[in-house]
């Protein structure tokens, strides 16, 4: 093993040195990363544990999913000062590096506020009233809601949607059913429910007696 890695080793300093190289560059995984929970079948290239030379591990950018892939610097030995100044040339020209969906930008150099609002749904005699707060730090969306109504105007629920390219969309929560006149949602949203819900593509729709496949609906959107 301590002589294959030498001869290994021995290989690639005399290729940096013959061909005058800072250093070599190469994938630092053989494969796209794995969603959370997946097994990694891709292989980590082991070039600079191999031969014991230092590598550093850079950003390269986002695969057409947006997942992350990453390559290596390797140089020969003790030129550490060197692939660092090389990193850090790469990162401050390339700037690849992108921040998740999950943070939100700065306003005026500080974390956004806490955002509300109100929205009513008015169906003949039924109707209802919510209020939404949204923290987009933790993204926590709680909305409350009541309803009038009564004999075939009479709410039997009220349920909040994603929709889809304006068409309905399924159920994110129920936020009140049958016989209950007020109700609350308290949600952390996802991804894609984050995205849904800054592009005005979140909605609630109300169903009464009369109406059981939606009498009414209003779009919850941030300002």
């Known amino acids: 093993m301590l002589a294959r890695q030498a001869a290994t080793r021995a290989n690639v300093e005399s290729l940096l040195a013959g061909q005058r190289l800072d250093a070599l560059l190469y994938p630092s995984a053989l494969g796209r990363p794995p969603v959370i929970g997946a097994e990694n079948i891709a292989s980590n290239c082991r070039l600079s544990a191999g031969t014991g030379l230092p590598a550093i591990a850079i950003p390269a950018g986002f695969t057409v999913r947006g997942l992350p892939v ?3 610097l390797m140089g020969a030995a003790f030129s550490e000062p060197r692939l660092l100044a ?12 992108q921040a998740p969906l999950s943070t939100p930008p700065l306003v005026n150099g500080q974390p956004p506020a806490t955002q509300s609002g109100s929205a009513r749904i ?7 009233t919510l209020n939404w707060r949204y923290d987009p730090l933790n993204a926590r969306l709680t909305v409350t ?6 004999g075939q105007h009479a709410p039997v629920a009220l349920a909040l ?3 889809s390219d304006g068409k309905p969309g399924p159920v994110l929560a129920q936020l ?5 006149r007020s109700g609350q949602a308290d949600l952390r949203l996802d991804a894609r429910a984050r995205a849904d819900f800054a592009a005005g593509r979140l909605y609630a729709t109300l169903h009464t007696t009369g109406q059981p496949l939606g009498a009414g609906r209003v779009i919850l959107a941030p300002r």
């Open 122 to 128: 008015a169906a003949g005699k039924a109707g209802a």
């Open 161 to 163: 949607h994603r929709s």
């Open 86 to 97: 090389l990193a850090h040339g790469w990162e401050q020209a390339a700037q690849p590096r």
């Open 176 to 180: 009140l059913g049958p016989g209950a």
């Open 70 to 72: 990453g390559v290596e």
């Open 145 to 150: 809601a009541r309803v009038t109504g009564s």
